[in-house]
């Protein structure tokens, strides 16, 4: 039986991100555990695209080509995480008590280093199809990196959300493609 091509999406159930640990080309990309984004309460997947036109004959279009050169990726989430940082900024979190209690505290400390590759998946289950039944849908983008967002805010008297932005490249190593879009007739959850 083919799968479902097309359905009404409604609410983001998921999203987890997890490190890139090798991207070599002629083999598998690897990734770290994922992390759970906690809260996820948006997320918006957007192509960036490359056109040029061939113009001649005193500016008659020859050819026109165009192709995606990556995938613009955002969402907001519903609660701070430093294990969610730590994979966005590539730094590690470590306990500290330099502060002279004997309680210790979670520290991310953020430097000038490069940031780090990593991969982005998101579920919607809530879905409405006609003819076969599907379970959920999965977006994963293979290869990303932050280009922006409001890691951590602030305001009076209201709930403040963290967001990210980021883009999706084509890893070196397979699959080489920007990331897929999956139709499941079964659920099978963020791995």
């Not at 008659?60 to 907001?76: E, M, P, Q, W, Y």
């Not at 994963?140 to 209201?158: A, M, P």
């Amino acid at each position: 039986m083919a799968a479902t091509e097309s359905a009404i999406t409604f609410d983001v159930k998921d999203c987890k991100v997890s490190a890139v640990n090798a991207d070599a080309s002629g083999s598998a990309t690897t990734y770290q555990t994922s992390v759970d984004v906690p809260g996820i309460t948006e997320v918006s997947l957007e192509p960036n695209f490359i056109t040029n036109e061939l113009k001649g004959d005193g500016g008659v279009v020859l050819a026109k080509k165009g192709k995606i050169d990556r995938l613009n990726f955002s969402c907001t989430y519903g609660e701070l995480s430093l294990k969610v940082l730590e994979v966005l900024l590539g730094q590690t979190v470590t306990e500290d008590s330099s502060g002279g209690s004997s309680a210790e505290t979670a520290l991310l400390a953020m430097d000038d280093s490069s940031l780090p590759y990593f991969r982005v998946q998101f579920l919607i289950d809530d879905l409405q199809t006609s003819g076969d039944a599907l379970a959920e849908v999965i977006v994963t983008l293979n290869k990303c990196q932050l280009t922006g967002g409001s890691l951590v805010s602030g305001s009076t008297d209201s709930f403040n959300q963290p967001n990210f932005t980021a883009e999706a490249i084509k890893p070196a190593g397979t699959p080489v493609r920007f990331g897929d879009i999956k139709f499941l007739e079964t659920a099978t959850g963020l791995a």
